[in-house]
């Protein structure tokens, strides 16, 4: 690992103007910046066009996971005052892990209600670090009615509202439990997996919920003392069968999004081979690792100085992978969650 490069090394000029505030329809027409990572050579291609550059028996990996309407507008009982959470992790049972702003309303005893009291939540604790411990209380399903109450928790830099809350969902998610989306396979369309999977490409799912750490700044001056959060993934001995039998082939494994990415890395990592796992995992990926899984890699344009953006220089290479984003610039491709997407092989 290259423990002497500095978190300014992924700084990249981007204009306003090309941070995208609404998805594109249909999903699939979004731009595609395609890079051979052995040459760094570019090609500006559109995503459905995607399906020419997959080859028969190669495995694409998607992450099911399925973000929750996880923001929370909630009335302070006594008081009337207003609070925002934030849900990040479900602990167990009824009690969740979140976010509190202002924090100062939201002390352990202090009781909310939200959607006129169809969902109430107790403050249990205040943990270090700030994030607190809800316990709620409801009649009926909890999911459904964060569905009715709940809002999509969109990136900061979004600021249009989002109209339809699928269009922040991709279309084959399926594992409730994300703080935001895994935003590289929004691309994809049923149709075109279809098309994907009628070529002979292999198509196998991974889960890891996505927290909000993962658009942590990076604040250490050198990326080698930066802490990463955990998240929980699992992957199925059925899914690690079909990534399997491609390797097998000799055919290649491809992440959609670098959260599968990080998934299959650490089962890599941990086991040594792809096999059924589960469990959580802080893996953090910058120039010098040695990836032990993966073979091609679709991704959308992350933030300056993220740790996404060192992932994908680790990736394709540190030179290459500035070069591809000031090309991307340049060109005005759109950027971060609603934004183009880059395949890398």
Not at 105 to 128: S, T
């Amino acid at each position: 690992m290259n423990t002497d490069m500095k978190t300014s090394d992924f700084y990249y000029e981007l204009p306003q103007e090309l941070i995208a505030q609404t998805p594109l329809e249909p999903r699939d027409s979004s731009r595609l910046l395609v890079m051979d990572r052995q040459t760094g050579q570019l090609q500006h291609r559109h995503f459905y066009e995607i399906i020419d550059f997959l080859e028969p028996g190669d495995c694409l990996v998607l992450n099911d996971s399925r973000v929750l309407p996880a923001r929370l507008f909630g009335v302070k009982e006594g008081t009337g005052a207003q609070v925002e959470f934030l849900l990040l992790n479900h602990r167990e049972g009824d009690v969740w892990e979140a976010l509190a702003g202002p924090g100062r309303r939201a002390k352990p005893g202090a009781r909310f209600r939200f959607g006129d009291g169809l969902l109430r939540a107790e403050v249990l604790d205040v943990e270090e670090g700030g994030n607190r411990l809800l316990r709620f209380q409801y009649q009926g399903n909890f999911y459904e009615l964060l569905d009715q109450v709940g809002s999509m928790p969109l990136p900061h830099y979004i600021t249009a509202e989002l109209k339809d809350k699928e269009r922040y969902q991709n279309v084959y998610s399926r594992e409730r439990g994300s703080a935001a989306a895994p935003t590289a396979g929004l691309h994809f369309t049923p149709e075109l997996l279809e098309r994907i999977r009628q070529k002979g490409v292999r198509t196998a799912f991974v889960t890891l919920h996505v927290g909000l750490g993962t658009f942590r700044p990076v604040k250490a001056e050198r990326i080698a003392d930066h802490k990463m959060h955990a998240e929980h993934y699992a992957l199925t001995a059925e899914n690690a069968a079909l990534i399997q039998q491609a390797q097998r082939e000799g055919k290649r494994v491809i992440a959609v999004g670098t959260t599968s990415c990080r998934t299959l890395e650490t089962i890599g990592t941990k086991e040594g081979c792809v096999k059924e796992s589960s469990g959580w995992t802080d893996i953090f990926i910058y120039p010098g690792y040695s990836f032990k899984v993966l073979d091609g890699l679709i991704t959308n344009f992350h933030l300056p100085e993220s740790t996404l953006i060192m992932l994908v220089s680790a990736f394709a290479g540190y030179e290459h992978t500035m070069n591809a984003y000031r090309e991307a610039v340049q060109e005005r491709y759109r950027f971060f969650s609603f934004g183009d997407a880059m395949f890398i092989a």
